[in-house]
T-cell receptor
Framework: EAQVTQNPRYLITVTGKKLTVTCSQN?????MSWYRQDPGLGLRQIYY???????DKGDVPEGYKVSRKEKRNFPLILESPSPNQTSLYFC??????????FGQGTRLTVV | DAKTTQPTSMDCAEGRAANLPCNHS???????VYWYRQIHSQGPQYIIH???NNETNEMASLIITEDRKSSTLILPHATLRDTAVYYC????????????FGQGTELSVKP
């Protein structure tokens, strides 16, 4: 079954404790992105990757890092999380000219 | 900034057609219009997309005006399970398939 898998689905952490949210897709897609969703602000792109070892900033990259060492994986790294990074996060993947598939989301709370 | 504007909410009777409008007056010639929906806080689900011709698939129809400044998503026979937030989105080419989300329309299908 074609899918984008995010882990964990829910996470509560403390300010400053590094964390990684994983994203994996099984469709051989070149494009992968991370979005965050906040009330009143909709979904905004954090980072994207157009292929292995090719990543770039989206609209709200501050406080986040990503890597793309393999085609299927695109982890989101928060080196020093802060409360303003409390949000619902989505990973998405696609080919260049096909609709994006989204993962089921990761709800992150930073206290 | 979002490139689309949609009504905040709409109601539809079960079994009737739901017509969801969207304005995208600043869309560029190579930007596609995509429609996604989100049920509760699940990952957005792809519905349909188009460039300038009308499109139909098993879920919905998409009508795009000739000047491409607006479009309408049609769910021909709405069911209670179609209750969701519907996003009309402009897809930016080459930026990792970037989707620019607006605030969406909250569609309530009522018995």
């Amino acid at each position: 079954e074609a899918q984008v898998t995010q882990n964990p689905r829910y996470l509560i952490t403390v300010t400053g404790k590094k964390l990684t949210v994983t994203c994996s897709q099984n469709m051989n897609h070149e494009y992968m992105s991370w979005y965050r969703q906040d009330p009143g602000l909709g979904l905004r792109q954090i980072y994207y990757s157009m292929n292995v070892e090719v990543t770039d900033k989206g609209d709200v990259p501050e406080g986040y890092k990503v890597s793309r060492k393999e085609k299927r994986n695109f982890p989101l790294i928060l080196e020093s999380p802060s409360p303003n990074q409390t949000s619902l996060y989505f990973c998405a993947s696609s080919f260049s000219d096909t609709p994006a598939f989204f993962g089921q989301g990761t709800r992150l709370t930073v206290v | 900034d979002a490139k689309t504007t949609q009504p905040t909410s709409m109601d539809c009777a079960e079994g009737r057609a739901a017509n969801l409008p969207c304005n995208h007056s600043t869309i560029s010639g190579n930007e596609y219009v995509y429609w996604y929906r989100q049920i509760h806080s699940q990952g957005p689900q792809y519905i349909i997309h188009g460039l300038k011709n009308n499109e139909t698939n098993e879920m919905a129809s998409l009508i795009i005006t000739e000047d491409r400044k607006s479009s309408t998503l049609i769910l021909p026979h709405a069911t209670l399970r179609d209750t969701a937030v519907y996003y009309c989105i402009v897809r930016v080419p080459n930026q990792g398939g970037k989707l620019i989300f607006g605030q969406g329309t909250e569609l309530s299908v009522k018995p």
